[in-house]
Each structure stands twice: as structure tokens, then as C-alpha cells.
């Protein structure tokens, strides 16, 4: 069955024809008596549905490309949608997320059940792509890049006992970091909790800003447990992670345009 669609993909004009030739040798063959009429119409369904099955089945093929076409799209309008906000008391407009590039890719590999986890994306040098650059799924945040060839690169994923982010407690903006357990899957830990602050589960986790990788604001997860520290020093609390990383596909990598005049700004600043 397989080889027969593939015959009548790589053939599909060729198959068209033939169709649209038995369809208008069935036309002509017939009268327009009350009884052919009859056999007309029953010869037009059956035209109209093989059409539709082929239209439906070239649609299934083609879901692949539609696909990439559109998270090209996506990136375009992350890239273009630099949404202008008005200062309070003031009539100065800023631009929120200019100073980041979301570059499309595709997960060609990706593992969950090890103590370390990585991601292989499709993209490279030639695309633009540096170490330290962020990994977004439609979902969240989802690793840091590690290592990059020409047309290829590797990220350090979340499921990572070398993973590191500097984040917030969206509600009130205290800073936290999440850090990974091998201990659990999807799960990762969100320390250096305030004694005063008490999370509830459900309570999202977003990143600070505060490093060169990701912009702030971004989803890393939501609060699944909170644990308060009995002698009174810093909480911690179990997170789900936003991104399903069982699913993980199409992503994009951040690029922070303005990160080497940020890292310059800094290292002046600590030299003073």
C-alpha cells in the first residue's frame, strides 16, 4: 500500500491525467437519457471523492513542509514584532525584545533518560549560530547551546545536571535559579527561595533577564511542589518544566544581538 502511494505521489500529474481521461471518456459515452443521467451523476461522485482522496492525501504528504513553512513564519514575527511601549508619564515609545534574533530550527536527536541530555538542532555557524544561545519551544525555554558546527549544533537541555537558570517568581519578581535532578524526569528545582516567599503549585517560573542568554519573561515552568526550609534559610520547591521535552521538534534559537557590547559594558564596570 505504501509503495502504491508513493507510486501515485511521484506520478501525480501523470495519475491526474489518467483520471480526468476516464472521466471524460465516461462523459461522452453517455446520452442524456433519464437512466444515463443516473450513471452521470454516480460517475461525478465517485470523480469528486477520488479528487478529494488525492487532495487530502497530497495534503498529508506535503504536512512536513507546511510545517517548516510556518515556523519560518513564526520566527519572522518574533523577529518583526517588536512591540512598541508607551513610557508611563512620558510620551518617549521603547521597543520591548528588539536587541533578540529567533533563528528556526529542527531537534534532528534529542535525549530525556540521562543523567546529562542533549539536543541536536539542524542549524549552524553558517546560520548564525553561536555557543550561549538560548533554546525556545513553543512551550518554554528548553536548553543552551554547547557546541556548534557549520550546519549543526548541540545544547546543553534542561534535563541537565549542568543546567544552571537565573530566573523569577513571575508574581512578585524575586529572583531564584532553577537547577535539574536526575531524580526527576520532566521535573526540575527552583532554589535560593527567600525564607519569607511561599510558592503554591501553579505559580509560574519565568526566566530574569538577567543572564546574556534568554530575554526575561520567558516560561521555564510552574510550581508542582513547595518544600520551607525548617531551619528558616532559603526554600525550594519541585517545577514542571513548560517544555515537553518527549515531544520536542521545532525550536527556536535566540540570538542576543547586543550580548558582546553588554559583556564590554560589564567588564569595564568590574575593572573600575
Do not use: C
Not at 451523476?41 to 498529508?60: C, E, M, P, W
Not at 521535573?187 to 535560593?192: A, P, T
Not at 517544555?243 to 521538534?249: A, H, P
Request: hydrophobic share 40%; glycine share 4%; aromatic share 10%.
Amino acid at each position: 500500500m505504501r509503495n502504491l502511494l508513493a507510486f501515485f505521489l511521484k506520478h501525480q500529474f501523470f495519475s491526474l491525467f489518467i483520471i480526468l481521461e476516464i472521466v471524460s471518456f465516461i462523459l461522452l459515452s453517455n446520452s442524456f437519457s433519464y437512466q444515463r443521467m443516473l450513471s452521470f451523476n454516480t460517475a461525478s461522485d465517485i470523480s469528486g471523492t477520488v479528487f478529494n482522496a488525492y487532495h487530502n492525501l497530497k495534503d498529508y504528504f506535503d504536512l512536513k513542509e507546511k510545517n517548516r513553512q510556518l515556523l519560518e513564519e513564526n520566527s519572522l514575527l518574533h523577529n518583526m514584532l517588536l512591540t512598541e511601549i508607551l513610557v508611563p508619564d512620558t510620551n518617549y515609545r521603547e521597543k520591548k525584545d528588539s536587541s533578540f534574533l529567533y533563528i528556526p530550527a529542527t531537534v534532528i536527536r534529542n535525549t530525556v533518560n540521562n543523567i546529562n541530555n542533549f539536543i541536536v538542532l539542524n542549524k549552524g555557524k553558517k546560520q548564525g549560530v553561536q555557543k550561549e544561545m538560548g533554546i525556545l519551544s513553543s512551550k518554554g525555554i528548553a536548553g543552551i547551546i554547547i557546541g556548534v558546527s557549520d550546519n549543526y549544533s548541540i545544547a546543553m537541555s534542561l534535563l541537565n545536571t549542568h543546567t544552571h537558570i537565573s530566573a523569577r517568581i513571575k508574581k512578585d519578581k524575586q529572583l531564584v535559579n532553577v537547577i535539574w535532578d536526575e531524580k526527576h524526569k520532566n521535573y526540575g528545582e527552583v532554589v535560593d527561595i527567600p525564607a519569607y516567599i511561599h510558592l503554591n503549585p501553579g505559580d509560574t517560573i519565568v526566566t530574569s533577564g538577567n543572564s546574556f542568554i534568554f530575554p526575561a519573561g520567558l516560561n521555564v515552568g510552574t510550581i508542582e511542589t513547595f518544600e520551607k526550609s525548617k531551619n528558616h534559610s532559603l526554600n525550594k520547591a519541585v517545577l514542571r518544566f513548560s517544555t515537553n521535552f518527549n515531544s520536542l521538534y521545532y525550536v527556536y534559537i535566540i540570538k542576543n544581538l547586543d550580548k558582546k557590547e553588554k559583556i564590554k559594558l560589564l567588564e569595564g564596570a568590574e575593572n573600575e
